[in-house]
């Protein structure tokens, strides 16, 4: 019975305890902005605003856990969501006619080609890292300049916007009254949890993360699992720009240049281990609405958007330094208690 | 193939290709633009070496860079400073670059935060602090003597064809920063330990080095280099511009990268730097001879990156099997 008991226990959320702080800490943060900002902040229209503007940070942020989770990084996530989201662009404007009509087959086609787009995208840093073993920082930074210096190319640095209608209800309409890119993000949280907490690829991957050579030495096809991680990411990097690009209306090659910050930052309050091994995609999912309750709760205060950003980076020392004095507490009690014994 | 040797080729290739399209290329006048639009980067390339050699990366030192130049001349004009002198405001940004990489240097060695997060955080702040509390303006009336450093030259004349030719006087005091960071990276116990340090954190260690001291030393030398490349960048454009250099480290870190050193720490050359960084400035100065639209400039980047990480992964794989073959053979002859 009490075996039940802590099987169940161990898999509520409520088990990890990081997640559990970040609840309080969502509670907080909830409670500090209604407090201030009662009229403009505690009011159904911005928590509908949230709910938009949340999907995109979540979706890229969870793409960067899936690399951090193996030790790795990947920074081309926003590089790769614009330049599927240019390509689907593309593809909708060539095939709509003047009044914006376009048929629904070929919304899934440019929506196709974009997350294609992604993919192969996310197989360069698959080819580079796992592969050539280039260090995942640099392969990734050496493609997000390539990927966004297309994108500008192509583009002239100009963005398209204009898109049809049709394409534009997706990411501005509701599904049962929660707007579509929420629910959607929830499906890809939900399906990336099931991938990496009950797959064999999940499993490799902490594997990984926790002990490269172990699991080198182990042969469990660690290269293998390395590119997945990429390749995914490519995929869902690709998902974030449609999204973008449909609740926008538009595509450009700089759009969301913030979100490389914001996402490592999402992913490291989220409970994530940069070093690899740890993470939880509840972690992500709770961070991001942390600090979207944030950014709406400074826009509501007035301060300007630039003390935001000053914030987010100051989160994210302060977090990383939370995290390193922690370890080192548990660490040295640890050692006391084998010396005691 | 030293990684020297082949950016040498490269150049010469990439020059030779240009200038059969254009003869415009080979001219004093074109060789003098390509080094004056190297210097600030040559500056931040020096100091982005330093970081990457001892294993680590630095993603703020454009922003220290912005923030030390910007903030200078507005204490310049808000202490009314004498606007004569171009010693104060180059020493007054060297000393707040020095001060960001303190702060860089505390969240590095003395949190062992993870560098780049380390740095994508202090650049979030330091941007974010520079735009709300010290000013969002932009600034034309920079101090006159850094206005009139922007054309201190020194060597001027009409060429045959009639264009300006032009060598700013930095030339000589970035010749002398580039020797003398080469010597401390070459001769000096600090240089060797940042080396070490890039080796392996734990080597360095046990030979009775200072971790945490050696990481403190790199980023505040890494910060006053921004700091100094930030002034004479504010200096060459005549104006102070907040918003300026954010983003461009991925330039910088491509062209220390191209010049062989290497991310994952332990060796770099101040000589590949500087090759790495004149041809980064050639082919982007130099992309629109070929007939390609400038546009394409930050692809050509990405792509050379590309090449050269990829290039550099394929002989660092052979050399490693070479190697294991050649012990393996020793075993063979001991047995």
Known sequence: ?341 | MRNETVLILAIVIFSLVIGSKSPEFFTLANLFDILRSSFVQLLFALGVLIVIISGGIDVSFPIVGIFAGYTAVVIMQKFELDGESLLIPIVLAIVIGTLLGGVNAIAIAGFGIPTLIATLGTAGIFRGLMLTLIGSSFISDIPIALDQFSTADLVKFESAAGTLVRLHVLVIPITIITILISLILSRTLFGRSVYALGGGVEPTRRLGISVKGTQTKIYLLAGALSGLAGILYVSLQRKANPYDLAGSELDIIAAVVLGGASIMGGYGTVFGTVLGVLFINLIKNNLVLLGVSSSWQRAAVGALLVIGITLQAISESRRNKRRRALSEGEVDSNE
């Open chain 1, 1 to 341: 019975m009490s075996e039940l008991r802590n099987r169940f226990a161990s898999s509520t959320l409520l088990s990890d305890r990081k997640v559990t702080q970040l609840m309080g800490f969502t509670l907080l943060v909830l409670l500090i902005f209604s407090y201030f900002s009662s009229d403009i902040f505690f009011t159904p229209e911005n928590f509908t605003s949230m709910a938009f503007q949340i999907p995109e940070v979540a979706i890229l942020s969870i793409a960067v856990m899936l690399s951090m989770l193996t030790g790795g990084i990947d920074l081309s996530i926003v590089a790769t969501s614009n330049l599927a989201a240019l390509l689907a662009a593309y593809i909708l404007t060539k095939h709509m006619s003047e009044d914006g009509e376009i048929t629904n087959l070929w919304i899934l086609m440019a929506c196709l080609a974009g997350i294609l787009l992604g993919l192969i995208c996310g197989g360069i840093n698959a080819l580079l890292i796992a592969v050539l073993n280039i260090t995942p920082i640099l392969a990734t930074l050496a493609t997000l300049t390539l990927f966004n210096g297309i994108a500008i190319g192509l583009t002239n640095g100009v963005s398209i916007s204009g898109l049809p209608e049709q394409f534009a209800r997706i990411g501005n309409g509701t599904f049962f009254g929660v707007p579509t890119p929420f629910v959607l993000m929830v499906l890809i949280a939900l399906l990336v949890a099931l991938i990496i907490n009950r797959s064999s690829l999940g499993l490799k991957i902490f594997l990984i993360g926790t002990n490269r050579k172990a699991a080198q030495y182990s042969v469990m096809g660690d290269k293998r699992v390395i590119a997945w991680t990429y390749v995914i990411s490519g995929l869902l990097s690709s998902l974030a720009g449609l999204i973008i690009a449909s609740r926008m209306s538009a595509a450009s090659p700089d759009f969301g240049n913030s979100y490389i910050l914001l996402a490592i930052v999402v992913v490291v309050l989220g409970g994530v281990n940069p070093m690899g091994g740890f993470g939880t995609v509840t972690g992500v999912v709770l961070a991001t609405i942390v600090l979207q309750m944030v950014a709406s709760g400074f826009n509501a205060l007035r301060f300007n958007q630039f003390f935001y950003l000053a914030a987010q980076g100051g989160v994210l020392v302060l977090v990383m330094i939370f995290n390193v004095v922690l370890e080192n507490r548990r660490r040295s009690k640890s050692i006391n208690k084998s010396l005691e014994s």
